[in-house]
């Protein structure tokens, strides 16, 4: 019942938009921080966005800062993650996942060992 779902992923061209979904099941977001993170064949896992569980305070990877924007509709139990003017290097698989425990909260966790619970991830492909 603990689970993560991404979704929104696809193929864009550069300098397209694509809007992530990451819907939560069986937990409060109020009481975690949530994570997106990327993988691109050959290279290392990267943090691309953090959300606090208070909602009001984010980190963005240098290489997405002024594109990417992380949100959360409560109401819905979804992070979401808003990415703009999209480039081939961010080609990759895009996961969300559960951070650290603390109601509203105003904490970041930059760390994968602060994550418990992984979605399965969703691909984004973008042509040059």
């Known amino acids: 019942q603990l689970q993560l779902v991404e979704s929104g992923g696809g193929l864009v061209q550069h300098g397209g938009s694509l809007r992530l979904s990451c819907t939560a099941s069986?937990?409060?977001?109020?009481?975690?921080?949530i994570g997106w993170f990327r993988q691109a064949p050959g290279k290392e896992r990267e943090m691309v966005s953090c959300l606090s569980s208070g909602g009001g305070v984010t980190y963005y990877a240098d290489s997405v800062k002024g594109r990417f924007t992380i949100s959360r509709d409560n109401a819905k139990n979804t992070v979401f993650l808003q990415m703009n003017s999209l480039e081939p290097e961010d080609t990759a698989v895009y996961y969300c996942a559960r951070g650290g425990r603390g109601y509203r909260s105003n904490q970041l966790f930059l760390n994968t060992y602060d994550y418990d619970y992984w979605g399965q991830g969703t691909q984004v492909t973008v042509s040059s």
């Open positions: 069986g937990f409060t977001l109020d009481y975690y921080a």
